[in-house]
C-alpha cells in the first residue's frame, strides 16, 4: 500500500505543477510573446516539462521525507533504485501533463480537463512506477524492477517522442 | 435512382441481411460450447465489438493525422465520428464482457490486464469526445487530432494485454491459429462481417449527420452575407 | 432459466445501445433536414427578392 500512496501524493503535486505550467501563460497573454521568440515549440515544451518536473521532484523530495518519518520506512538503502523510477515515472507524467496543460489552459474548467486528460494516459506510467516503486522498497535489486524500468522508459520515449511531433500544432493560435 | 443511391440501398440492405444472418448462425448453427454452455455464445458478439473497437480508434488516428498534415475539415469530421463509434463498441465490449464473466469466472469484474487495458482505453476516447466541447471552435480540431494520436499508444497494448502479462482473459489468436471448432470459426468469421457493415453503417450516417450540419452553418452563414449586403 | 438470463442480457444491451444509437441520429436527421430546408426556402425567398428590384 506505501507506494500506491505515495504516487498518489507524487500525482497530486505534479498535477499542481501542471496546472499553473501553461495556465499562467494563458491569463497573463504571455503566450503570444512565447511563441515570438526564436525557438521551436519542441524547445519550448522542454523548458515548461522541466519546470514541471524540478517542481513535483523538490515536492517529491519533500514527500518521501515525510513519509519516511510518518510510516518508520528507513528508504536509505534503496535511495539510488528508487530515485530512478521516480524520476522516469515523473518524467512521464510531466511530458503527457505539459501536452494536456497546454490544450486544457484555453477552456474555462481547467483543471477538471487537465485531468480528465492525463489521467487515462498516464495510467501505464503510473501503473509502472507504482509496481516497480513496490518491488524496490520490498528489497528487490535492480535486476527485479528491470521489467517495469523497460515500460518506463518506453514510455517516456514515446511521450517525448509525440511531444516533439505534435506539440508545434498545440502552439498555434 | 442514380447509382449513388441505389449502391446506398445495396449496402443498407447486406448490412441487414448480414446481421439477420449472424443471428441464425448464432443459434441455429454454431454448436453448444461444452464447458460453458449457452453463454458462450456472446463470445459471436464480443470479439467483433472488440475489433472494431479497436478499428474506430485506429481510423481516429490516421485522420488526426491527416488532418494534422492537410488541414481539410473532412478529417477532422471522420476522427470524430469514428471515435464515437469506437466508443459505442468499446461500450458493448465492456458491457458483455462482465456478463460472460459473471457466470464463468464468478465475478463481475477482475483487474486483470485486459479488462484494465480496455477501460483505460474507454476514459481515454470519452476524454476525446469530451475535450471537443470543451475547448473552443478554433482549436477544436488540432487539440483533438493530437490527443487521438496520442490516445491510439493505448490500442496496441490493449490488444496485447494477455501476452505481455499473464492474464485470465482467453486467448483467441495462438500460434497455432485460431483454435475453436471449424463451424464456431464460420459463425464467428460471419458475425464479423455483419459487425463490420454495421461499423461502416453507423460511420457513414454519422458523417453525414455533420456534413448535414455544416450545410447549415452555410446556409446560415450565405442568409446572413445576403442581408448585409442588402442593409449596405 | 439459469446461464440463458446472461446470454438474453448480453445480446439485448448491445441492441439496445445500437437502436438508441441509430434512433437518436435518425432523429437528429430529421430536425436537421426540416431546418435546411427552411434555411433553403429563406435563402431563394432572398435572392428572388433581389432580382426582382
Known amino acids: 500500500m506505501f507506494p500506491g500512496i505515495l504516487w498518489v501524493a507524487f500525482i497530486f503535486s505534479a498535477l499542481l505543477g501542471l496546472s499553473r505550467s501553461f495556465g499562467v501563460e494563458r491569463d497573463r497573454g504571455t503566450l503570444l510573446g512565447l511563441l515570438l521568440c526564436p525557438v521551436s515549440p519542441w524547445e519550448i515544451f522542454l523548458a515548461k516539462m522541466i519546470g514541471t518536473l524540478i517542481f513535483t521532484v523538490i515536492m517529491e523530495i519533500f514527500t518521501i521525507l515525510v513519509f519516511t518519518i510518518l510510516y518508520n520506512q528507513n528508504l536509505l538503502p534503496f535511495l539510488l533504485p528508487l530515485g530512478l523510477v521516480v524520476l522516469l515515472g515523473t518524467l512521464g507524467f510531466s511530458a503527457i501533463g505539459t501536452i494536456f496543460s497546454a490544450m486544457s489552459s484555453t477552456s474555462k474548467a481547467r483543471d477538471v480537463i487537465l485531468s480528465i486528460l492525463v489521467f487515462p494516459i498516464s495510467v501505464p506510467v503510473i501503473i509502472a512506477s507504482v509496481k516497480a516503486t513496490g518491488l524496490i522498497l520490498d528489497g528487490g535489486s535492480i535486476q527485479t524492477v528491470y521489467a517495469w524500468l523497460k515500460i518506463l522508459v518506453a514510455f517516456d520515449l514515446v511521450f517525448l517522442l509525440l511531444a516533439f511531433l505534435t506539440f508545434g500544432y498545440i502552439m498555434e493560435e | 435512382m442514380t447509382s449513388k443511391r441505389i449502391f446506398k440501398l445495396i449496402f443498407e440492405l447486406a448490412t441487414f441481411a448480414a446481421m439477420l444472418a449472424a443471428l441464425y448462425a448464432i443459434f441455429l448453427y454454431a454448436p453448444v460450447e461444452k464447458t460453458m454452455g449457452l453463454v458462450q455464445k456472446i463470445f459471436y458478439i464480443h470479439v467483433p465489438s472488440a475489433f472494431l473497437a479497436f478499428l474506430g480508434f485506429f481510423i481516429t488516428f490516421i485522420a488526426s493525422i491527416l488532418y494534422l498534415y492537410k ?38 469484474w477482475t483487474w486483470d490486464p485486459r479488462l484494465t487495458t480496455t477501460l483505460i482505453l474507454w476514459f481515454i476516447y470519452i476524454s476525446y469526445l469530451m475535450l471537443r466541447r470543451s475547448v473552443k471552435e478554433s482549436q477544436q480540431g488540432n487539440f483533438s487530432a493530437v490527443f487521438g494520436i496520442i490516445g491510439f499508444v493505448n490500442v496496441p497494448i490493449t490488444f496485447l494485454a494477455i501476452r505481455l502479462w499473464r492474464s485470465i482473459h482467453p486467448v483467441l489468436i495462438t500460434s497455432r491459429g485460431i483454435n475453436i471448432s471449424t463451424p464456431m470459426k464460420h459463425t464467428l468469421a460471419l458475425t464479423f462481417l455483419a459487425f463490420c457493415l454495421l461499423f461502416f453503417y453507423l460511420l457513414k450516417s454519422r458523417i453525414k449527420l455533420e456534413k448535414m450540419k455544416m450545410e447549415i452553418e452555410m446556409f446560415s452563414a450565405l442568409i446572413e452575407e445576403n442581408i448585409h449586403y442588402q442593409k449596405n | 432459466m439459469g446461464s440463458s438470463i446472461y446470454l438474453f442480457s448480453a445480446f439485448s444491451s448491445t441492441w439496445i445501445i445500437i437502436f438508441i444509437y441509430i434512433f437518436s441520429m435518425v432523429r437528429k436527421q430529421r430536425t436537421l433536414e426540416i431546418r435546411i430546408e427552411k434555411l433553403r426556402a429563406t435563402l431563394e425567398n432572398k435572392l428572388a ?3 426582382a428590384r
Request: glycine share 4%.
Open chain 2, 71 to 108: 488541414r481539410d475539415h473532412k478529417w477532422d469530421v471522420a476522427a470524430f465520428c469514428s471515435a464515437e463509434i469506437g466508443v459505442i463498441f468499446c461500450t458493448i465490449v465492456l458491457i458483455t464482457g462482465p456478463i460472460w464473466a459473471k457466470p464463468i469466472w464468478n465475478v463481475w
Open chain 3, 49 to 51: 427578392a433581389e432580382n
